[in-house]
């Protein structure tokens, strides 16, 4: 008899921080081992909330100590490659002068920028520039492939 567990999706989960400046733009950073930019973050350990995880990989990749403060979007992400993903999207402050501190993990990220919203398409992947537009503009929500189903509230 088949296990009736592999009807159940079992996705693979990311958590990442989004910076804002005071001019609205995005902190965006570069991995060494791709050619396109992202959010802070990463996947999800087993066992780990996606808060957690969200915290972790801003200490490692920007080498600095800031937990979310809110959950700005989810985002139902499935791709061919990957399978289901859900993508955990937190607000984890303004960095201030703490973007000042900002000390790169050199063995996964080579750089970081600030950059306006008009601009994503330049720097990240189409559904990624969705996810952070609709994000930073519409506030809180669910997303399915960075488009907004529903809003935070009635």
Request: overall charge negative; glycine content about 8%.
């Amino acid at each position: 008899m088949p296990d009736s567990s592999e009807a159940f999706a079992t996705p693979r989960v990311a958590a990442g921080a989004l910076f804002l400046d005071d001019a609205g733009r995005i902190l965006l950073v570069h991995p060494t081992y791709k050619d396109t930019w992202d959010i802070p973050g990463g996947y999800v350990e087993r066992g780990e909330s996606p808060a957690t995880a969200c915290r972790r990989e801003v200490a490692e990749e920007l080498n600095l100590d800031r937990a979310p403060v809110a959950l700005l979007s989810v985002d139902w992400a499935p791709s061919d490659k990957e399978g289901d993903k859900l993508l955990f999207v937190f607000d984890c402050g303004r960095l201030g002068d703490d973007a000042e501190r900002i000390r790169l993990a050199t063995n996964e990220l080579d750089r970081w920028e600030w950059v306006a919203l008009d601009d994503l398409e330049s720097y990240v992947i189409p559904r990624l520039a969705r996810r952070l537009r609709t994000t930073a503009q519409d506030g809180p929500g669910y997303l399915e492939h960075g488009q907004a189903v529903a809003r935070v509230g009635r």
